[in-house]
């Protein structure tokens, strides 16, 4: 007879918190979180959109004309929730290009697999201190992510950074919706208010914080180092 009860895919609380207890007793101050939540884009991600840029102006459009469509609400929901692919989402910027430029929609899709294939780099300070804090704590990227995330992580070599990834397009929950703060606390085995949470956006530090998360609105390197402290020694 087949047991259709799954072994849960989260940490196992108890071994966390005689793990925590165990530190708390090693002669070391206790510490004010247990795990670090962090967004990828616009905190451990960026883009280089020079080759976007270049094909705007070949294509007689502004600066920005191509993301200004791509991450508009209707057009990039779809996306972050996991619905539709690259080239759905490409065919979707060429819509709305086409309507807000007068674009031809071949041209629009070109411009939207430009986007969507954009250089990145991940900002090593950044990188650094991430993985300095997880000697001690617990590190999650918790993303608004396309489905293609695991493979931009491989790129960029951060597959071995943290201790887990909560990506909106397999969840199919974005930030700021709760579920998706509570989800990565408990997969990390970290109690809500146990979490600190660091994003570039206010209204997803703001729901991080309304649950109970220490927030930190990022703006650079010396934000995340300063919350970090306590851990960095």
């Not at 990039?76 to 309507?99: F, Q």
């Not at 031809?104 to 900002?123: M, N, Q, T, Y």
Request: a negative charge; one cysteine or more.
């Amino acid at each position: 007879m087949n047991d259709h009860r799954r072994k849960s895919p989260f940490p196992d609380h108890r071994e966390h918190r005689e793990h925590r207890e165990h530190r708390e007793h090693s002669g070391r101050p206790p510490l004010p979180f247990d795990a670090v939540l962090t967004d990828l884009d616009g905190v451990i991600r960026f883009y280089d959109m020079s080759d976007v840029a270049e094909l705007e102006r070949a294509a007689g459009l502004p600066e920005g004309a191509t993301a200004e469509v791509a991450f508009a609400p209707e057009t990039d929901l779809p996306l972050m929730l996991g619905r539709i692919g690259k080239s759905e989402w490409a065919d979707a910027i060429a819509a709305g290009l086409a309507r807000g430029h007068g674009l031809a929609p071949a041209r629009g899709h070109e411009l939207g697999i430009a986007l969507a294939d954009s250089k990145f780099w991940a900002d090593q300070t950044v990188v650094g201190l991430l993985r300095r804090a997880r000697a001690r704590v617990k590190v999650s990227i918790v993303t608004n992510a396309t489905p293609w995330l695991d493979d931009d992580l491989a790129l960029l070599g951060l597959n071995t950074l943290v201790d887990d990834v909560v990506s909106s397009a397999v969840l199919g929950v974005v930030k700021p919706d709760r579920r998706i703060y509570e989800v990565a606390a408990e997969r990390v085995g970290a109690a809500v208010d146990r979490c600190l949470f660091v994003d570039d956006r206010q209204e997803n530090v703001d729901a991080a914080v309304a649950l109970g998360m220490t927030g930190v609105l990022y703006r650079g390197p010396d934000d995340l180092e300063a919350a970090l402290g306590p851990v960095l020694g």
